[in-house]
């Protein structure tokens, strides 16, 4: 299972894209899962080049979404914010966009969670036209408040429901959805939509809400028995380790990536 191993660029912050390019050559993980604020200047086109041209394909981009605001032409400025994106995903020469939905600028959550639909409906057109799926990522509760108002998988099933599976699915990340009581369900119901995979561990005590994911082993998370169930499910695309820890940042990429690879072998493969 190595080859679906992917690194999600999040986990080493600290590299630029070609670096992180780079590091995942030198350490056989041939594939990456790259962020929009990590595109070089001469454009994601030339990126995809550059990454194919060291033998790497890019898993996802991440990140669009980010739906919901406070006015109308706040609103517009995101979908359009989106639409690049997904030509930036195409570009890229990955067909897979991660959407973090958004939080409500105000209290009403309902509403923002209706703006994050209208927002998906208004550029699953465009998402079609360039080849490219939209991945609603459920984000943990905690995150409600700043991040995503989608915050289950049942949720984002029900939402992927409403459009065509062919173009919009849901990604599915252990350490937002480990803890539901109805994940493996969930997980079988998402069967055809799912469209990413991503790993990291929950620490005990958790030491940042942020910057507190852990490496895979290291916390409380059944990421095999999940893995599986995903599998079960009918996808068998890339596995993005996608770890926000800033002592990870912090380390070296040379010691970094041969655990990362290490724990996804004992852990996850």
């Known amino acids: 299972m190595l080859d679906r191993l992917s690194l999600n660029q999040i986990t080493t912050e600290r590299l630029s894209l070609p670096e992180a390019v780079e590091a995942c050559r030198r350490h056989g993980i041939g594939r990456i899962g790259v962020w929009r604020h990590k595109l070089t200047a001469a454009g994601a086109r030339e990126d995809g080049r550059m990454i ?7 898993s996802s981009l991440c990140r669009g979404g980010m739906f919901p605001a406070a006015t109308a032409e706040e609103r517009r400025a995101r ?32 509403a923002a969670r209706t703006m994050v639909a209208d927002g998906i409906a208004a550029i699953v057109d465009d998402a079609r036209a360039a080849g490219v799926r939209l991945g609603i990522e459920p984000l943990h509760p905690m995150f409600a408040a700043e991040r995503s108002v989608i915050t289950t998988l049942g949720e984002a099933n029900d939402l992927g429901a409403r459009f065509d599976p062919n173009v919009v699915g849901v990604v599915i990340d252990t350490f937002h959805v480990w803890w539901d009581p109805g994940l493996y369900k969930e997980i079988a119901r998402a069967s055809g939509r799912i469209l990413g995979f991503h790993i990291s561990d929950w620490l005990v005590p958790l030491p940042d809400v942020l910057l507190g994911r852990g490496m ?38 040379e010691a970094v990536l041969p655990l990362l690879r290490a724990r996804y072998q004992d852990c996850c493969a």
Not at 52 to 58: F, K, N, P, S
Not at 100 to 107: E, F, I, L, S
């Open 52 to 58: 194919r041209d060291a033998g790497l394909r890019v």
């Open 79 to 110: 979908i359009d914010d989106n639409r690049r994106a997904i030509e930036e995903a195409e570009s890229l020469g990955t067909d897979t966009l991660v959407l973090v939905c958004g939080p409500a600028p105000d209290r009403d959550i309902a």
């Open 216 to 253: 895979m082993g290291d916390g409380v998370i059944e990421i095999r028995r999940i893995r599986e169930a995903v599998d079960a499910a009918g996808y068998s695309g890339s596995v993005e380790v996608e770890i926000f820890n800033r002592a990870i940042w912090d380390g070296e990429a």
